[in-house]
Structures are given as structure tokens and as C-alpha cells.
């Protein structure tokens, strides 16, 4: 989950990746670190912590030279230390890494026997020190290359530079993503479109067991098999102007008031009027026997509310599970199915090797995703874009609600193949997702009570979230995001299950958070409620006008959501839920953007 950029160029390189890493912090803050070639030697500045951390060291001791690479770490294998910060270096030869050597303690054992001293506890470090010994031994850089990724096991994505070589980086990439950017009379290498993105919008992508070679004059890619391959230059839309945080505090509060238009751009695209419309598919909707859905975190629980909306209005069984737990289940798939994949960076190691399994049972892959040059994305049969735009809050707002938009649509294609709901009904559901965009922004201005419910929420010690039906993950979501960014312990149940054992957790120090709209599971979970007032919990309410009402009675607390039809109600609920869990964050004063352990884009097992 690591960043890693890198530039072979005209000027001074060290300003060149410290803005990138910048654009890359959001796949980890434990450390940060810079090489570059002075004269023909590797200098290194490193520090431990936030990447500011490494400007205020560059500021004091600056770093000159026009090639060089760039890390900022979420660690695996070693504590979050300045020594133990990338790049690892010799005197020969200096490596970046994302991922995991998976053999790293045989080689360190190996090289240790041959008297090379490491000074570090990561794996990384063992791919710095076998390329030194190669290079003594009188390899070439290429050469050295190429024998060490033959060594390697495991998922990386490597980034080498040579001392005495000053135009030249060579990278690899083995199950972590690795981009090309192509520059005038400068080449770059980053960890994605996003960290070149004020470079070049001119990229190629290597595909899995790929290695490279850089210098100013272009790129050589070589495929696993050591041969000579092309690999096909595109056009990103990503700009240097698209990722900024703008008059916002906290790039979590820019995105979650970028929910109206992200919603209403995936609309606009996905539905023409009351019809949905989908990108030509290489397979037949209707043949869909079966759907198994795989993903991550929050784009989990997208999925998870679209098995309800796929079962209940397509009719088609759904099964559901997190990919780090079905790719080891390796369970049998049935040949007519459709294996549906949600990533928001498209990237997600679980996930893929999800995607990955799918297609050796013979599936279709469909993956609903917002980065279209991604790994899932090259690998799918078809893709649905979600189309909301950088995302740099580690903590998932914007992305899951056009995650859930589009798999909404894609509901209803699939409902009108398979002839489950007709023309009027559809056309009916389908105005009702065109009403979110409006009441996406009337949640916007739901801040003042939802700051005034934050204070009571952020002296609990346990939080319980409440839903049913397509809002029961609504509830995870909600769990999650507190626990993510305020660091309080919350759940989300299904709340019919809460009477067969959370129950127990329940007194006046509990809040009870339900999202119940307005709908035929209301009444269910106001049962639920009941249930849990008379044990003392604070009842806190997500509801519309009338469920409101219905709970006056008992909630110590509602927050008013705008009515709409309880089809598109669980992805307008998620704004208000996530909008709580950034207030409390704020009144803990913990780091909104990036909270601690975690990091965006998970591509490591």
C-alpha cells in the first residue's frame, strides 16, 4: 500500500517527487523517503512520520540531482522508522517497493552468508542488497535486474536506481501497480495516474510480471519472459488542478460535499430519463443465472446493498463475501454466472486475486470501479465507471455513494433484461434515483444538528449502528466510518439480530444509531428500537419526516432526512452517517484525512 514515484529529467528532481509522494500519501504516512544521483552517487533524506516530516528535512539539507525515486510507507515488515524508511540503499544501487517479498528471510539469510551487512528489518531491504551483490559481481544494471526479479517471490512493485548510471531507473511490477508517464525529454514512474497527473497525461501501464527501463529518451518493456513488448500509451482525464482540497479544512469534508455532483454525473450518464443505460456488455444480461459479488471495506457494503436490490427487484440469487475470506473458500461457481467486483481504486490486492478466481471458474467479470486503466479494470470482461474523481480522504465518502448509484442503475438494466419489473415501474425507480442529486444537497445542510448530535456521540466508549433490509449496510458503513476516523469501537447489526446478543451491550452509556426510512421495513425495526430504549440506550434516529414521527417518543436525538422512495434511500442516508462520523473525528481532534494504521488503497494481502 506503500507510493512510489520516480523521474529521470532535465531539473531538479527532488521537488519533482516530493510533490507526487504528496499525491501519494494517501497509500501510507508511516514514512516517507527520497534518493537521488549527485555526481554519479546515491544521497538519500528520509524521515519517519508525515511526509512533512521529509520537507522540513530537504528544506534544511537539500537534495540535488535530475534522477531519482521516492516512497511514502504503510509498513509490513519492519517498524515505522527512519531506518527503516525507503529508499534502501548501498553504495551501488538504491530501491523503492510496494508490496511484500514473500522469500525475503531465505535471501537475507543467503546474502548474509556472502557478508552483506543489512541495516534494516524490511523485506525491501533484501532486494537492495542482492542487486549489490550482482553489480559486484560485474552485471550490468539490467542484468543485475533481471537476475534479482528471477529471485523474487511474492507481489511488488520495484523502482531501482544505479549509482554511476544518472539517466537511468529500472522498474517492475508483480501484482502491484506500477504507470509510465512520458514527459518532454523526461520520463516519470509512479504507483498510479494520480501522482503524474501535474507531470503528463500521456501514460502506459505495465501489465503483471513486467519490468522497465527508463531514461530521458523513453521506455523499453520487457514481459516475464524477459522479451521485448509494447505497451500501449493512453490518455488520462486526471489533471493536477482535480486533486486539491479548495477552501475545505480536510479533503473528507471537500468529498463529502462533492457527493451532489458525483451522483448526479453518474446519472447523467447511466440513465436517459427513465431508462437505464449501460455500456455495450460482452454478455447477455439476460442469461445471468447467478451473481457472486467480492469486495473491500465500504465498497463491501455497496455490494452488500445491491444483493438486496438485485434479489428483490432482479430476482437473481447474490452471493456475497469479502474477498480476503472467498479467495481462500475457493468455492464452485456455476458456468452461466456474472462474478461482480467493487474497488474504488480497482487495485485492491483481495480483490483481484477475487476477479482472478472468478475467471478460472468461468464467470463474466463485471467490476464497478472509479479508476478505468486500473489492473480489475484490464482484467474484466467489462467495467461500470464510477466516475467520482480523485478520492484522497483515506476514509471512503464520495466513491461509495456513486459505488452505490451505479449499482443501483445496473439493478434495474438488469430487472428490465430478465423482465422482472416492467417499463412503468422502471421508469418510475429510475426518476426516483434522479431525485438524489437535489436531496443529496439538502443533506449537506443537515451540519448544524448533525454537529450537535457528534458531541453526544463522541463521549461514548461503544456506538451501535441499526439497519434493515438495503440500510442494514448502511449501518456497517456507518459503524465503520466512526471507527475508522474517531477511533470509538462502533458495530452495525442487521437489527433483527440485535435481540440474539448485542442486546446485551445496551445502557444509558450506549448510543443506538438506526437508519430506518420510511418503508415496509419500518415498522420492523421501530419494534427493534422499542426494544432497545427500554434497555436505556440513547435512541439516535435517521429517518424521514413520517418515521420520525413515529419515534418521537423514544429517540433522544433525530436527524431529519429528506423523503424519497426506500429503493434509493440507502444511498442517501450514507451522506448524513458519514457526515457524523467527520464531526466526531473533529471533536476527538484526530486526523480526519489520514487516521492512524490505515491507508487507502490496500494492495498488499
Not at 502491484?176 to 503524474?196: N, R, T, W
Not at 433525530?558 to 473525528?585: C, E, N, R, S
Request: proline share 5%; charged share 20%.
Amino acid at each position: 500500500m506503500c507510493g512510489i514515484v520516480g523521474v529521470v529529467g532535465r531539473g531538479e528532481a527532488a521537488e519533482i517527487l516530493l510533490d507526487g509522494l504528496r499525491r501519494l500519501e494517501y497509500r501510507g504516512y508511516d514514512s516517507a523517503g527520497i534518493a537521488t544521483l549527485v555526481n554519479g552517487h546515491i544521497e538519500r533524506r528520509r524521515a519517519e512520520g508525515k511526509l512533512r516530516n521529509l520537507a522540513k528535512a530537504l528544506l534544511t539539507t537539500p537534495l540535488p540531482g535530475t534522477t531519482g525515486i521516492g516512497h511514502t510507507r504503510w509498513a509490513t515488515h519492519g517498524a515505522p522508522t527512519e531506518s527503516n524508511a525507503h529508499p534502501h540503499a548501498t553504495a551501488r544501487v538504491a530501491v523503492v517497493h510496494n508490496g511484500i517479498i514473500e522469500n525475503h528471510q531465505e535471501l537475507r539469510a543467503a546474502l548474509e552468508a556472502k557478508g552483506q551487512v543489512f541495516v534494516s528489518e524490511t523485506d525491501t531491504e533484501t532486494v537492495a542488497q542482492l542487486l549489490d551483490v550482482l553489480l559486484a559481481e560485474g552485471h550490468t544494471p539490467v542484468e543485475a535486474a533481471k537476475a534479482a526479479f528471477a529471485q523474487l517471490e511474492g507481489a511488488y512493485a520495484l523502482a531501482i536506481i544505479f549509482a554511476g548510471h544518472p539517466e537511468l531507473i529500472i522498474g517492475a511490477q508483480r501484482g502491484a501497480p506500477l504507470a509510465i508517464g512520458y514527459g518532454a525529454d523526461e520520463m516519470y514512474l509512479g504507483s498510479d495516474a494520480l501522482a503524474l497527473a501535474p507531470l503528463t497525461r500521456e501514460l502506459a501501464y505495465l501489465e503483471d510480471g513486467d519490468w522497465v527501463v527508463l531514461t530521458r529518451d523513453g521506455a523499453s518493456f520487457h514481459d516475464r519472459d524477459n522479451t521485448p513488448v509494447q505497451r500501449e500509451k493512453k490518455l488520462t482525464a486526471l489533471t493536477g488542478a482535480a486533486i486539491g482540497k479548495g477552501n475545505f479544512r480536510h479533503f473528507m469534508e471537500k468529498e463529502l460535499h462533492e457527493h451532489p455532483v458525483v451522483i448526479g454525473d453518474v446519472l447523467h450518464r447511466m440513465l436517459d430519463g427513465g431508462t437505464p443505460r449501460l455500456p455495450a456488455l460482452p454478455f447477455d444480461l439476460a442469461a445471468i443465472k447467478r451473481i457472486t459479488m467480492s469486495a473491500c471495506g465500504s465498497a463491501f457494503y455497496a455490494g452488500l446493498t445491491a444483493k438486496f436490490w438485485l434479489e428483490n427487484l432482479a430476482r437473481v440469487p447474490v452471493e456475497a463475501d469479502v474477498a480476503s475470506e472467498f479467495r481462500y473458500r475457493a468455492p464452485p461457481l456455476d458456468e452461466a454466472g456474472l462474478g461482480l467486483l467493487v474497488s474504488q481504486s480497482g487495485e485492491t490486492a483481495d480483490t483481484l486475486a477475487a476477479l482472478r478466481y472468478m475467471k478460472t471458474e468461468g464467470q463474466k467479470i463485471l467490476s464497478v470501479l472509479n479508476v478505468p486503466e486500473s489492473t480489475m479494470a484490464r482484467e474484466s470482461d467489462a467495467i461500470l465507471e464510477t466516475i467520482a474523481g480523485p478520492e484522497i480522504g483515506v476514509a471512503s465518502t464520495k466513491a461509495f455513494t456513486a459505488q452505490l448509484t451505479v449499482l443501483a442503475v445496473f439493478t434495474l438494466a438488469l430487472a428490465r433484461a430478465r423482465g422482472t419489473l416492467n417499463e412503468a415501474e422502471i421508469a418510475r425507480l429510475s426518476y426516483c434515483l434522479l431525485e438524489i442529486p437535489a436531496k443529496a444537497a439538502e443533506c449537506l445542510a443537515l451540519e448544524a444538528p448533525i454537529k450537535q448530535l457528534a458531541k453526544r456521540v463522541a463521549e461514548a466508549r461503544d456506538v451501535l449502528y441499526l439497519g434493515r433490509g438495503g440500510c442494514f449496510p448502511i449501518a456497517l458503513e456507518g459503524a465503520l466510518k466512526l471507527k475508522e476516523i474517531s477511533y470509538i469501537h462502533a458495530e452495525g447489526y442487521a437489527a433483527g439480530e440485535m435481540k440474539h446478543g448485542p442486546i446485551a451491550l445496551i445502557d444509558k452509556s450506549v448510543p443506538v444509531i438506526a437508519i430506518c426510512p420510511s418503508g415496509p421495513l419500518f415498522d420492523k425495526t421501530a419494534s427493534n428500537l422499542q426494544e432497545a430504549a427500554a434497555r436505556g440506550g440513547q435512541i439516535v434516529v435517521f429517518s424521514d419526516k413520517a418515521g420520525a414521527a413515529q419515534l418521537a417518543n423514544i429517540a433522544a436525538e433525530t436527524i431529519l432526512v429528506p423523503d424519497i422512495d426506500p429503493f434509493a434511500a440507502p444511498i442517501l442516508h450514507a451522506i448524513p452517517v458519514q457526515m457524523l462520523a467527520y464531526h466526531v473525528a473533529l471533536l476527538k481532534g484526530t486526523d480526519v484525512d489520514q487516521p492512524r494504521n490505515l491507508a487507502k488503497s490496500v494492495t498488499v494481502e
